[in-house]
């Protein structure tokens, strides 16, 4: 069954938007929480960074995660069969 698609306004680095998708109100919230926390940290590490230049490189952070977990995972199912 395909889930429900919900709209969430997510404010994030001061500025509102419309997230469309599916999840709970409970996740779209903690992910931008996530978010914002990490987008500060970034921007405490490097304060001469703009928020875009800071918004790429947490892209590119949760990016490489999701390359390592994805690695991960095919090396687990490889070592199962």
Request: charged share 20%; hydrophobic share 40%.
């Amino acid at each position: 069954m395909t889930e429900q698609k919900r709209r969430f306004k997510a404010e994030i680095a001061g500025k509102t938007y419309t997230i469309i998708g599916p999840g709970t109100t409970a996740h779209f919230q903690a992910t931008t929480a996530l978010l914002n926390q990490q987008l500060a940290q970034i921007q405490k590490l490097s304060p001469e960074l703009s928020l875009q230049d800071a918004a790429v490189l947490l892209a590119f952070n949760a990016l490489s995660d999701q390359v390592a977990a994805q690695a991960a995972k095919q090396l687990e199912e490889h070592e199962e069969k």
